[in-house]
T-cell receptor, first 114, second 113 residues
């Protein structure tokens, strides 16, 4: 399951704190994605990036921010503006949007707000 | 934009029986349809996919069928085994949505011994 990694595996945050989730891939993929998954629910897109230095909001971007300074890295910051951040966060990447659409997922980060 | 509906939300089958999960999509331009399996606490992983120029694809005990006219596609699992228990997600992708995957809500498959 190499290729795309996320850290940390578990993260605890106090209310009012910003936290940053790491996502790194060595698959040479152009596109990267962040999803949020709540218990028993599906995948909701937070942000995605098709190319370095460019990213777009997904369906639930409010309270989150991202950067894409390097092709390999797409960190997600959960800000204090996100009122209910406790969830399982999944990062994914794909080769390029017009070619293979298969998305490869990282192992996820489980964020809990104390 | 594209919308993907998935049914049923939960499916319970006897071990050895077949399971069928169905998805419908709304955008006729969609041309790629993957199925992912997510075990409890793990990452989703691709198990099979199909493109719009093909009607059916098989890989051992799993198969996917696509009906472009009706805009639906289905996952078929035969001879189910305990390790098939998981949540299965369908998705659709098309050029109009920058090839993003639009996801179904998921089906929890329970294999009864």
């Amino acid at each position: 399951d190499g290729g795309i990694t996320q850290s940390p595996k578990y993260l605890f945050r106090k209310e009012g704190q910003n936290v940053t989730l790491s996502c790194e891939q060595n698959l040479n993929h152009d596109a990267m994605y962040w999803y949020r998954q709540d218990p028993g629910q599906g995948l909701r897109l937070i942000y995605y990036s098709q190319i370095v230095n460019d990213f777009q909001k997904g369906d639930i971007a409010e309270g989150y921010s991202v950067s894409r300074e390097k092709k390999e890295s797409f960190p997600l910051t959960v800000t204090s503006a996100q009122k209910n951040p406790t969830a399982f966060y999944l990062c994914a990447s794909s080769r390029n949007l017009a070619g293979s659409n298969e998305q490869f997922f990282g192992p996820g980060t489980r964020l809990t707000v104390l | 934009g594209e919308n993907v509906e998935q049914h049923p939300s939960t499916l319970s089958v006897q071990e050895g029986d077949s399971a069928v999960i169905k998805c419908t999509y709304s955008d006729s331009a969609s041309n790629y349809f993957p199925w992912y399996k997510q075990e409890l606490g793990k990452r989703p992983q691709l198990i099979i996919d199909i493109r719009s120029n093909v009607g059916e694809k098989k890989d051992q005990r799993i198969a996917v069928t696509l009906n472009k006219t009706a805009k639906h596609f289905s996952l078929h699992i035969t001879e189910t085994q305990p390790e098939d228990s998981a949540v299965y997600f369908c998705a659709a992708s098309n050029p109009d949505s920058n090839y993003q995957l639009i996801w179904g809500a998921g089906t929890k498959l329970i294999i009864k011994p």
